[in-house]
């Protein structure tokens, strides 16, 4: 059976939650939650997997992560698997400060994304492997570290599954078990993750990993994303 925050909690059929169509955006249902969490409460990692859980089996939790914002213009998307435990509350504590200065949805998501996405050393470190690849030069930038700032425009990051996954025991997702063979992974990726691929439709898309990089390809094998993007 799985647990999913739409139902207060409670317990439903896995085939009646496979056939709801996963809600694009989480905003409304957690947006008090989030601005009223304490710091203290931002430092516990398994109080926040616990209290911003949407969907959880016998296996994985799925932790809504206020990723949503989307860059239609993106001439990049950047695919990694799920948001960490860092990411997520880097993500956390830019929402509850940007709603707390009253900005608006779209502005409080956006703000969200720059600050949170690949945050931590996995930035530094990720910024460092696209300057080698050559990335910025496709781009046009002096380094992809612009990325996440003054050429944010120019790119939309995302994860295979968005929201951010975790192991029953608090551990992060790692790709075991196989997301494009795991039901409520499946739905998070083909909910999610390929409409992010529609919305972004002239973007080049840059799997990083080899749990990512085999979805994507078993995406296109089937007709879901053009090859030629990736």
Not at 39 to 63: G, P, S, Y
Not at 121 to 133: C, G, Q, T
Not at 138 to 151: D, I, K, L
Not at 180 to 197: A, N, P, T, W
């Amino acid at each position: 059976q799985i647990c999913s925050h739409r139902a207060a909690r409670s317990p439903i059929n896995l085939k009646e939650y496979m056939n709801q169509k996963i809600n694009p955006s989480n905003y409304e249902l957690f947006e008090d939650r989030i601005s009223e969490l304490t710091d203290d409460q931002l430092r516990n990692t398994n109080f926040l997997i616990d209290h911003l859980t949407i969907a959880t089996d016998d296996k994985v939790r799925v932790t809504y992560c206020p990723f949503e914002w989307q860059n239609p213009q993106a001439k990049l998307m950047i695919v990694g698997i799920t948001p960490g435990p860092t990411q997520l509350r880097n993500a956390l504590i830019a929402f509850r400060s940007a709603k707390h200065r009253g900005l608006e949805k779209q502005d409080v998501l956006k703000a969200t994304k720059l600050a949170g996405a690949f945050s931590g050393d996995l930035r530094n470190n990720l910024v460092k492997l696209l300057d080698v690849a050559g990335l910025n030069k496709y781009a046009g930038v002096q380094s992809c570290e612009s990325f996440f700032g003054t050429h944010s425009h120019l790119v939309h990051t995302t994860s295979l599954i968005s929201n951010a996954t975790f192991l029953l025991d608090g551990k992060p997702y790692n790709g075991t078990p196989n997301p494009m063979k795991y039901d409520l992974l499946r739905k998070e990726i083909f909910d999610g993750f390929l409409h992010q691929v529609s919305v972004a439709k002239d973007s080049l898309l840059l799997p990083l990993g080899p749990t990512v990089d085999k979805a994507v390809q078993d995406l296109c094998e089937q007709g879901h994303i053009d090859p030629n993007r990736v």
